[in-house]
């Protein structure tokens, strides 16, 4: 069951979404075969520490996120993945691996790769391994305040 605070979340701030479940799925790639969502629509939020501060970086299912580029964008000297107890830290009514950039502890800075300009619609998971959020591409980057750049990368 999704936290009940990204519903809460959501409506408050005037956006429209849709929830909806899937089958259960451990990889961004998978839950978003499992949604039939095309992989450049899922939404994959990562977690990590740049120098001393958590930020999330967002992109899509079939693309990593370029640490090197990351790092440049958030202006870091260091940057790294964040580890599972800093995660289950941040995003505690989530389960592990399927963290919503809106369901965080706090307000964290939040980057998301450049690729999705122009596509209408992002999917993200809800905070579970088969719940999941639709909404608007512009929606998203308002409410996160996201920093746009090529922070993607097809895998090696």
């Given at each position: 069951?999704?936290?009940?605070?990204?519903?809460?979340?959501?409506?408050?701030?005037?956006?429209?979404?849709?929830?909806?479940?899937?089958?259960?799925?451990?990889?961004?790639?998978?839950?978003?075969?499992?949604?039939?969502?095309?992989?450049?629509?899922?939404?994959?939020?990562?977690?990590?520490?740049?120098?001393?501060?958590?930020?999330?970086?967002?992109?899509?299912?079939?693309?990593?996120?370029?640490?090197?580029?990351?790092?440049?964008?958030?202006?870091?000297?260091?940057l790294r993945l964040?580890?599972?107890?800093?995660?289950?830290?941040?995003?505690?009514?989530?389960?592990?691996?399927?963290?919503?950039?809106?369901?965080?502890?706090?307000?964290?800075?939040?980057?998301?790769?450049?690729?999705?300009?122009?596509?209408?619609?992002?999917?993200?998971?809800?905070?579970?391994?088969?719940?999941?959020?639709?909404?608007?591409?512009?929606?998203?980057?308002?409410?996160?305040?996201?920093?746009?750049?090529?922070?993607?990368?097809?895998?090696?």
């Amino acid at each position: 069951m999704r936290p009940r605070s990204l519903d809460e979340f959501l409506k408050q701030a005037h956006v429209p979404f849709t929830a909806f479940q899937y089958a259960e799925a451990f990889s961004a790639q998978r839950g978003a075969a499992s949604a039939h969502v095309p992989g450049r629509s899922w939404a994959k939020t990562v977690a990590c520490v740049a120098d001393d501060e958590p930020i999330l970086a967002v992109v899509p299912a079939h693309l990593m996120v370029n640490l090197d580029q990351l790092r440049l964008l958030a202006g870091a000297n260091a940057l790294r993945l964040a580890t599972e107890p800093e995660l289950a830290g941040l995003c505690p009514s989530c389960e592990l691996g399927a963290i919503s950039p809106f369901v965080t502890r706090r307000s964290l800075r939040v980057f998301v790769d450049q690729s999705f300009i122009g596509e209408s619609d992002m999917v993200f998971c809800a905070g579970t391994h088969t719940d999941a959020i639709r909404l608007h591409y512009n929606d998203f980057v308002e409410l996160t305040r996201a920093q746009v750049g090529a922070i993607g990368e097809r895998s090696r």
